[in-house]
T-cell receptor
Framework: GAVVSQHPSRVICKSGTSVKIECRSL??????MFWYRQFPKQSLMLMAT?????????EQGVEKDKFLINHASLTLSTLTVTSAHPEDSSFYIC?????????FGQGTRLTVV | DAKTTQPTSMDCAEGRAANLPCNHS???????VYWYRQIHSQGPQYIIH???NNETNEMASLIITEDRKSSTLILPHATLRDTAVYYC????????????FGTGTSLTVIP
């Protein structure tokens, strides 16, 4: 299957700072990418759908000003967690939409201290 | 907004077939059934998908009932590496439709 790469795989940041997570589709062009968040022992929760060249669509309850998504090219989408707080600590996973399946990155473990 | 129901957990003996059920009684005519699995602390991995016919690939088989209200993922010879959470998802392919994950089934393969 196709390869989706996330960077960094782990990050620790101080409360109040911002963190950027990159998601790259390495071997195909992804018009659409998805961002998920996963808390321990829970399922993946879709945060937003990112479309190349347009604004992301956020799921209900997800703050768009806190979780900034940029999808400036067909191979790169970024998620920036702004003014991070300890409750934002989670496993963040991106996905690139192929045809007909979606390919997932390996995830980013964010810890806010 | 998951539209599927799966058992919370299952065990399977190594070398035996693992049969994972999924109920999707409200599935629409143009929605496919997708299966993914997630090994601890990794991103989900695509397994298989289908509409109404049974499907088989190198990883698994997918059996969909005639009324399409339920399906079963079959891992023919489970290994310890198949221990993971398995997610059943319904979705219309070839669109920008999202993949919504339900609670999934935690499969433990026992030596």
């Amino acid at each position: 299957g196709a390869v989706v790469s996330q960077h960094p795989s782990r990050v620790i940041c101080k409360s109040g700072t911002s963190v950027k997570i990159e998601c790259r589709s390495l071997d195909f062009q992804a018009t659409t990418m998805f961002w998920y968040r996963q808390f321990p022992k829970q399922s993946l929760m879709l945060m937003a759908t990112s479309n190349e060249g347009s604004k992301a669509t956020y799921e209900q309850g997800v703050e768009k000003d806190k979780f900034l998504i940029n999808h400036a090219s067909l191979t790169l989408s970024t998620l920036t967690v702004t003014s991070a707080h300890p409750e934002d600590s989670s496993f963040y996973i991106c996905s690139a939409l192929g045809d007909p399946e979606a390919f997932f990155g390996q995830g980013t473990r964010l810890t806010v201290v | 907004d998951a539209k599927t129901t799966q058992p919370t957990s299952m065990d399977c003996a190594e070398g035996r077939a693992a049969n994972l059920p999924c109920n999707h009684s409200t599935i629409s005519g143009n929605e496919y059934v997708y299966w993914y699995r997630q090994i601890h602390s990794q991103g989900p991995q695509y397994i298989i998908h289908g509409l109404k016919n049974n499907e088989t690939n190198e990883m698994a088989s997918l059996i969909i009932t005639e009324d399409r209200k339920s399906s079963t993922l079959i891992l023919p010879h489970a290994t310890l590496r198949d221990t993971a959470v398995y997610y059943c998802i319904v979705r219309v392919p070839n669109t920008g439709n999202q993949f919504y994950f339900g609670t999934g089934t935690s499969l433990t393969v026992i030596p």
